[in-house]
């Protein structure tokens, strides 16, 4: 990763940049799969700008802070947690994706998450806006589809 001034301080540049083609989307889009599956809320939010604002379900998050304690309190309950993301369109500065995941919470049931989100991206390649419209079904741990 490298880093650039500006009047904020160090801002961490995050490649690919936008704008973004097909090559490069699908890149952006492997990069947070495999820091989503990390489970690392440090890791995963430093893809984030500073303010960015998310709506994740029903919740609204401003800033780094908000999204890595969010981040934290998920992979607390959704336990086993794997992702897929697919590429949907891209254009600019902004990605969308499709996506599923599983996990399983605390008792032992499994579940499979299906969304999309809307990404748009600053200059940097950090994240300033994400929005996910998530669904939740529940599955039997033999019809899981995403095993490590």
């Known amino acids: 990763m490298t880093s650039v001034s500006s009047s904020a301080g160090a801002a961490a540049v995050r ?30 939010s430093l893809a984030y700008t500073e303010d960015s604002v998310w709506r994740n379900r029903d919740r609204f998050l401003t800033g780094r802070a908000e999204i890595r304690a969010f981040l934290a309190g998920k992979w607390e309950r959704e336990l086993d947690y794997r ?6 369109a891209y254009t600019g500065n902004r990605i969308s994706v499709r996506f599923e995941y599983e996990w399983h919470d605390a008792d032992g049931q499994w579940w499979r998450s299906h969304g999309n989100e809307q990404w748009e991206f600053a200059p940097d390649g950090l994240m300033s ?5 998530i669904n939740d079904v529940p599955i039997e741990a033999g019809d899981r589809r995403l095993t490590p």
């Open 15 to 44: 490649p690919p940049l936008p704008p973004f083609t097909e090559e490069s989307a699908r890149a952006k889009v492997q990069a947070a799969e495999d820091a989503w599956n990390s489970r690392d809320p440090e890791r995963v």
């Open 83 to 88: 992702l897929r993301k697919e590429l949907w």
């Open 129 to 133: 806006r994400r929005e996910a419209s």
